[in-house]
T-cell receptor, first 111, second 113 residues
């Protein structure tokens, strides 16, 4: 049974800092690993999808990596901005597309 | 030009009532999903349909019944609502089952009084 864990649960950093959010999963037979952003009271915005044959994906200041052998994914945010403040969720899926979510990391970037 | 839309956005109702939440996607995707986000913000899948066929049916009370009239729509009907059903319900879609990025709707906040 797939379980997804995110550490830390909360993170506060000054503006401009580079930071890493961690996600670990128990079942290496993972198809996809997807990172989302959720703002308070809002829906989920997809940030990056890493398919099982890939090791990383990049979009702007975001870079996500996937290491299936160690059961880990990281989301790297470069030069953080106050607008990056949100909850970041990672989710792994098998071949049915069923996403198993972590509990999220709530990020606050202080001006 | 909303990709995945849900109605209503807010739903407040009494225990015991029956209610429906509607979801539509205009992305031409084959697969649609319902997820539930509880009061602790934990997201869990409920159902998945691929080309109108039920693929995933998690351990959900049978008071919850999804219906997919066509590939672009996946509705969720809930009978005999209970206090514990209060949550935010999210609809999502992906191009292909299991392979592609999932896009989420804005959510429906259900409050059962």
């Amino acid at each position: 049974k797939q379980e997804v864990t995110q550490i830390p649960a909360a993170l506060s950093v000054p503006e401009g800092e580079n930071l890493v959010l961690n996600c670990s999963f128990t079942d290496s037979a993972i198809y996809n690993l997807q990172w989302f952003r959720q703002d308070p009271g809002k829906g989920l915005t997809s940030l990056l999808l890493i398919q099982s044959s890939q090791r990383e994906q990049t979009s702007g200041r975001l870079n996500a990596s996937l290491d299936k052998s160690s059961g880990r994914s990281t989301l790297y945010i470069a030069a953080s901005q106050p607008g990056d403040s949100a909850t970041y969720l990672c989710a792994g899926s098998g071949n049915t597309g069923k996403l198993i979510f972590g509990q999220g990391t709530t990020l606050q970037v202080k001006p | 030009d909303t990709a995945v839309s849900q109605t209503p956005k807010y739903l407040v109702t009494q225990m015991g009532n029956d209610k429906s939440i509607k979801c539509e996607q205009n992305l031409g995707h084959d697969t649609m999903y319902w997820y539930k986000q509880d009061s602790k913000k934990f997201l869990k899948i409920m159902f998945s349909y691929n080309n109108k066929e039920l693929i995933i049916n998690e351990t959900v009370p049978n008071r919850f019944s999804p219906k997919s009239p066509d590939k672009a729509h996946l509705n969720l009907h809930i009978n005999s609502l209970e206090l514990g059903d209060s949550a935010v319900y999210f609809c999502a879609s992906s191009q292909r089952q299991g392979k592609d990025e999932q896009f989420f709707g804005p959510g429906t906040r259900l409050t059962v009084l």
